[in-house]
């Protein structure tokens, strides 16, 4: 609102006509997906297809959870689901121990430590993707839940988010835990954790979004359709050559592929912007 | 319970030294205030004694045993701290129970003596509360409560009341000393406020830039102040001081043979403000213009500019009539009221 | 940058960050070790032995004419990417900003693009623009325009572009509306008092005011473009046709997967991370003017 003087009679009526037709457009691909998911084959082979939804949603979804193309995407759905939580859990615990040592203890070589992480921040997996893939295969994690998670486990992000909070938590409540005798693992559990507990569910909604939506390195690492993921099975879906693709199904499991994620950002969407605005400072 | 001995404890963080040797020895049941003001050391001093700081050199005792290389919780101290330092997830309850839990005292036990606590606090009503629904008087209970179920043989208190408004802290003085006494804890009580340190103490440790001042009741304190310093710091409004060269004449300095600048010699004197009494001309020993009058009810206070520009504090009665502002007056006072400081600021003996 | 009381323990630390510096080392700083390792050899073609060629690979990249191409195509994208998605953005963050009743509302039906994966960005535009099936391109052959993104490398540069710009809306949506909330509303007021229309307040007061954010939009859209939309150009090129959409980092992809050329393909990698290197340092930059702004 502080944008404008208050704003009266037409130009406000222009203003939600405006947004309405912006959000409409933005909501168009959607909608078309999901009407192609709701009708038959020959219906979309034969352009133009229909812009109303058809009878065939249970059949499409069915049809794709159960068979899919290459694999069931029920299959592809929890694939996803174990390398998005193995993601965000595994991140989010790694960061908060290592902010919390490069917090609240001295120590030898812990500036180089920090700065060993910052690095990373450089190194986005695009950007290494040969040799990393190199790396993993030469542990012969191809095909491998612990392949798809572990190699993107580390994060600077994440662990520069806590180290921000850890030095805004008051130096007394640490000297006051410590008088009631508790020692830096008890501190840790008992007071810190749940005092992060804000910043960690905003951070899991955003690295639940992240490991959800990864694309490149499930792509190089599963060969095989049973360990694809659902955000890359769905190119997998289309067939090579002249074939026309299985549009109804394909586009049901493309639904279904952004249904999590989407989920989670409309039904949190206050800690989800919390967790964008700290995850840029 | 316990005693404290402090012997020649020094602190220096690099090679700045900011404590230079404290010795004091504190009796068992004792409430001893450490006033100073800020950055004298008194913090430093009382997180020593918590273990929160490492001791650069000398020894500090707890009962028999020297606690220098003891972790805090092995002192057996329980602390209150300026801001409460409440864990703001957990409820009164379990801000009390916290060091009961990880000493593994039982379950009944520990309900039982949060339960007592809370009793002889008042705060019965609100142990399902978090900190960020109490008021600042209800939060400063809660972290009075936490240090009193632990049954500690010391209390130790940073500023306990200083975000508190005027008139709840002279409630909570009351309150807390009341406490003591009853519990009969050995206590160690850091503020900056001279009332404060006054009202609360059996005895006040002054500090001054790393020094303890003068340690003793806060009578003796007031009475016989131990340096310039003390004089200053302690009473409201503070000892008034003069030249001692300007009172050579008037007669009132005996028993000192010599005024001057060398040790040992009388070069400041001190006067209370309720020692101080206007008269008239020729009784006069000091005289100068009222500049202005604060009538508190009670008493009433002069401020009066000397010839020379200096400027005394009188207090008297509120009452008594007082002289027109701007008027020309004279003081007096008898020998027996005077404080005389050497060169160095060191109180000489009468 | 510093805690005054700190715990003192000589093992726990390193216990605390061993995890995340194993896995940094394992998959960060080994793998790119080995890329500034392989961008000075040349593998044979039966990957039994490699040669030594110094900056041969980097030489010969700089004087390839589809690695040039793809810089440009990249410089490209990215700029086209950032405009878009900033610019719809920005109107419909003023707009929603206007709006007093419903913005919570016009909020949430604008942040979900976000949550979709780019890939699937790309799966979702591909649908309404396939030549032979997509609604979009039939209704413009039925308006005389023969939409073919397969054959014709613009009309594939504009579909990733849309398909990549669409996503990010969100991100820059949400930004600054934030930043256009942030502004007193004493500063508007004054110069609609001074007699200033709503456009020239915009370009005049609004816009100014709001670069701090318009800044920090700009690096981060950059990034996405650079690195994130690898999945919208697999997805709807595949870098086609004739590279026409092959950016750099879909290049170090088909070089070193498709083409197995791995000496080129590190020798690309490198080059990539003096480009993420910069770009983190321009972003800190402005970090560091923000915190003195």
Redesign the interface.
Known sequence: MSGMVEKRGLGIWLTHLGLIIGIAIICFPIYMAFVASTVTQPEIARPPMPLIPGPHLIDNYTAALTRGVNSPVLLMLFNSSVMALGITIGKIVISIISAYAIVYFRFPFRMAFFWMIFLTLMLPVEVRIVPTYEVVAGFGMLNSYTGLILPLVASATATFLFRQFFLTVPDELIEAARVDGAGPVRFFLDILLPMSRTNIAALFVILFIYGWNQYLWPLLITTKPEMNTIVMGIKQMFPSGDDIANWPVIMATTLLAMLPPVAVVIFMQGLFVKGLVESEK | MAKIGFSNVRKSYGPTEVIHGVDAEIADGELIVIVGPSGCGKSTLLRMVAGLETITAGEIRIGDRVVNDLEPRERDIAMVFQNYALYPHMSVFDNMAYGLKIAGVPKAEIAERVAQAAKMLELEPYLDRKPRQLSGGQRQRVAMGRAIVRKPSVFLFDEPLSNLDAKLRVQMRVEIKTLQRRLGVTSLYVTHDQVEAMTMADRIIVMNGGNAEQVGTPLAVYHKPATVFVGGFIGSPPMNFLQAARLQASGLLRKVAEVGGAAGALNTVGVRPEHLAFCSEGEAVLSGKLMIAEALGAETLAHVELDDGERMIVRIEGGREVPAAGARVHLSCTSEHLHYFGADGKRLPD | ?H????????V???L??A???L??L???????G??IY?SAYIPDPFGLSSQFVGFGNFEFLLRDRYYLASFKTTVVFSTLVTVVSMG?AL??A???????K??SA????????????????G???L??FNP????V???LKAMGYNWNHVLNGDEAMGLVVVASA?RQ?S?NF??FL?G??????SV??AA?IDGAS?ARR?WTI?FPLLSPTTF?LLV?NVVYAF??T??VI??ITGGGPQQATTIL?YK??SD??VGQD?GS??AQ?VI??FV??LL?VVQFRY?ERKVHY
């Open positions: 940058m805690k005054h009381v700190v715990f003192n323990n000589r726990l630390p390193y605390l960050l995890p995340q510096i896995v940094t394992v998959f960060f700083f080994w793998p790119a080995q890329a392989q719809a109107w419909l003023v707009m929603a900003d206007r709006v007093i419903g913005s016009y909020k949430t039906l604008l942040v979900w693009p976000y949550a979709v994966a780019p890939a699937v960005a799966v979702l535009w649908f309404m032979n099936v997509g609604l391109a039939w209704y669409w809306i991100y949400l930004f934030a256009l909330q942030a502004i007193p509303r508007i007021e609609a709503f915009f609004v920090f981060v690195f994130e690898f999945g697999h997805t980092v170090v992809f070193g997967f791995l393909s590190a990698s990539l991370l993420v290197g983190t970090i």
